[in-house]
């Protein structure tokens, strides 16, 4: 009944909410007379502070609307190129009007992001999205929130996971595509192009894994010790819920998003608590730029999704538990995974030095199991003073990682050089392309 009474304590506390976004908006606009009553800041900060406490926070939009190539915008449009019941298959078409910059964009090669199904929704991953756009055509899989998937619609396992991943890679066509995995889905990546590598199939030209838990033996971390510390039958009783009546997936058997919000803050209390406080003293302040900073942060890191039991429970115990891929154990739909029938796919694993949710070695122990592949075709990069979310967001991704991903695909997709371009994130890291020839009247504006 945890669910349940979760739903009926937030459904209870909305009209507070609302009460407080109505406050903090008239205490603060510009055109309200109560903006001239003394202490009205205090009270419009108060209000505002109360409001984000207690809204329900949505899934946010990735809001990729254009990319700087050669200093010159790109409109860029999201679509969906495949939908399945648990996942949406996004592509982002970048447009040109330019003849020559046109053959350019369709010359990129092609990077398959796999985002994580751990919690957070695939927008996490907006600015690795964004920064491989200025030299890929890109893809990312968007999963589906569980509680809005029809529970006649069947369960959904790791192995169902592994299967998606496999179409997905059909569908593009794995001839000229780059698998880019980003934390937990390395695993069933690793596992869908090793049973692929084995049928005889079609495989991508490489695949760069970062931060993920291939083998959790390696240096465990806080998260891996908590899902060893228990059995699996306690994770089944005390983490699985039904989905109350109110949504779509009603009586589907979940790990539900609040819980895995309240064990993401349980992780850093303090830090979270002096956020929070800072936001309140920037609102005083006038420091409308630090208080928006915070605003995008914990919209995004507040809004969370259901994950499927099946696939969660399979999770911990295959990757965390028994440790069947790193072991040579695992068996998917009858199908035995075996790394080193990959011969024909490079692989680039990532690690953030400071990584404290995949320790360091876990994501590089995918170089043991591939012996298949050549070492020229191998490379590995720690990333100094990189925490998990480092190597794949902000800075140091944009400065220190993404220029050796880039080159590092480049370099596995038949190009003789590697295509660079340049934005004002990329400035740094990015060698500019030849000039673009002066604007054709001709050109079609259908870019990849």
């Known amino acids: 009944m945890l669910y349940q009474w979760h739903e009926l304590w937030r459904a209870g506390l909305a009209p507070y909410t609302y009460f407080a976004d109505a406050?903090?908006?008239?205490?603060?606009?510009?055109?309200?007379?109560?903006?001239?009553?003394?202490?009205?800041?205090?009270?419009?900060?108060?209000?505002?502070?109360?409001?984000?406490?207690?809204?329900?926070?949505?899934?946010?939009?990735?809001?990729?609307?254009?990319?700087?190539?050669?200093?010159?915008?790109?409109p860029v449009v999201e679509r969906v190129d495949l939908t399945k019941p648990f996942c949406r298959l996004l592509r982002f078409k970048r447009y040109s009007d330019n003849e020559d910059r046109l053959r350019d964009l369709k010359d990129d090669p092609t990077v398959l992001v796999v985002a994580p199904l751990s919690g957070h929704h695939a927008t996490l991953l907006r600015d690795t999205v964004r920064t491989l756009l200025i030299d890929h055509k890109v893809y990312i899989t968007d999963w589906t929130d569980a509680r809005m998937v029809p529970a006649e619609v069947g369960a959904f396992t790791l192995d169902d996971y592994v299967a998606y991943i496999q179409e997905f890679i059909r569908h593009i066509g794995a001839d000229e595509l780059h698998v880019m995995s980003v934390c937990q889905p390395t695993v069933p990546v690793l596992a869908?192009?090793?049973?692929?590598?084995?049928?005889?199939?079609?495989?991508?030209?490489?695949?760069?894994?970062m931060g993920g838990p291939i083998d959790t033996r390696e240096s465990?971390?806080?998260?891996?010790?908590?899902?060893?510390?228990?059995?699996?039958?306690?994770?089944?009783?005390?983490?699985?819920?039904?989905?109350?009546?109110n949504y779509p997936g009603a009586g589907r058997r979940v790990y539900p998003g609040f819980l895995q919000h309240m064990g993401f803050m349980a992780m850093n209390p303090e830090r979270h608590q002096t956020s929070h406080w800072d936001?309140?003293?920037?609102?005083?302040?006038?420091?409308?730029?630090?208080?928006?900073?915070?605003?995008?942060?914990?919209?995004?890191?507040?809004?969370?999704?259901?994950?499927?039991?099946?696939?969660?429970l399979d999770t911990i115990r295959t990757v965390f538990q028994e440790h069947l891929l790193p072991r040579g154990l695992w068996d998917v739909a009858g199908e035995r995974v075996d790394p080193s029938k990959i011969k024909r796919s490079a692989l680039f694993t990532i690690e953030g030095e400071l990584d404290d949710i995949s320790g360091s070695g876990q994501t590089r122990a995918a170089h043991k199991l591939c012996t298949g592949i050549p070492k020229a075709d191998q490379q590995h990069l720690t990333v100094a003073g990189a925490g998990?979310?480092?190597?794949?967001?902000?800075?140091?991704?944009?400065?220190?990682?993404?220029?050796?991903?880039?080159?590092?695909?480049?370099?596995h997709a038949g190009n003789a050089v590697a295509p660079a371009k340049k934005n004002a994130a990329a400035k740094k890291t990015a060698t500019k392309r030849k000039p673009v020839a002066k604007k054709s009247t001709t050109a079609?504006?259908?870019?990849?």
Not at 220 to 244: D, K, M, S
Not at 392 to 402: I, P
């Open 444 to 448: 079609r504006k259908n870019a990849r």
């Open 23 to 74: 406050g903090a908006k008239m205490y603060s606009a510009p055109d309200s007379w109560l903006t001239a009553l003394p202490g009205s800041q205090r009270t419009a900060a108060a209000f505002e502070l109360m409001y984000r406490l207690g809204k329900d926070y949505e899934k946010p939009e990735f809001g990729i609307h254009s990319v700087e190539i050669d200093g010159v915008d790109c």
């Open 192 to 209: 869908a192009v090793s049973l692929m590598a084995a049928r005889g199939e079609a495989v991508p030209k490489s695949m760069v894994m």
């Open 220 to 245: 465990p971390t806080a998260v891996n010790n908590l899902a060893t510390r228990q059995p699996l039958w306690w994770f089944e009783n005390n983490v699985i819920h039904n989905v109350p009546a």
């Open 279 to 312: 936001f309140y003293q920037d609102l005083l302040k006038g420091d409308l730029s630090s208080a928006e900073s915070h605003r995008k942060f914990y919209d995004e890191y507040n809004a969370v999704l259901d994950m499927p039991a099946e696939y969660y």
């Open 388 to 411: 998990h979310y480092g190597i794949f967001s902000g800075r140091r991704w944009r400065t220190q990682v993404y220029p050796q991903v880039r080159d590092f695909i480049a370099a």
